[in-house]
């Protein structure tokens, strides 16, 4: 699994909880205290043991942490690079869902080895969205939760969504269906967001 990712997990954890919560998650998981390079790759069942070493230590299930996971990587001060690359999706919640697509490629070139699943967005009828995200990271549609949740805040708008068990068609087994309801568009004052300043 991609450094990267592990590396948020880490940074999660002991944003969230602690140092001493990272530390006992990583001891439990086999995992060095310095934690993960970002550049470096991992086998996926290290992700897996450090999951399930937090969810255990921490009395919470793994969808749960993830999809906090996802909140964090767009609302913490310290992920301010992860928002502004989102931000760039679009003006508004409903342009910034139609840029989904295009975020792996995105991605990409802010940091070349960051392999991001794909991501199909499909309208269903008005104002309502389905997002299937291919096969990769098992977790990626807990995470999609948590942080299309913290953008629809972001922007100021009115949304519900839901993780869906019926994928589109085409759609590869294992792959993650969220559903998306845009209820106001304008619902409250976004946070601020300007392209030249960081």
Known sequence: M??????????????????????????????????????LDYPPEVTARLLQAASDRLDRSADDLLEDLGTYLVSHPSRAAVRRLLRFGGTDFREFLQSLEDLPARARLALPDLALP??????????????T??????????????????????YGALAVLEAGTEASD????????????????DHAEGRAFTLGAV
Do not use: S
Not at 134 to 151: C, D, I, K, Q, Y
Not at 173 to 184: C, H, K, N, S, Y
């Open 2 to 39: 991609n450094g990267l990712i592990n590396r948020a997990i880490q940074c999660f954890l002991r944003d969230g909880w602690g140092m001493a919560a990272w530390l006992d998650a990583a001891r439990a998981a086999g995992v060095a205290p310095r934690g993960f390079e970002p550049m």
């Open 118 to 131: 794909a991501m199909r967005l499909e309208p269903v009828g008005g104002d309502e969205f389905r997002l």
């Open 133 to 154: 995200i291919a096969p990769g990271f098992a977790g990626a549609g807990a995470v999609a939760l948590g942080l299309l949740r913290a953008m629809a805040d972001d």
């Open 170 to 185: 085409g759609a590869a087994e294992g792959a993650a269906v969220l559903t998306i309801r845009l209820l106001d568009a």
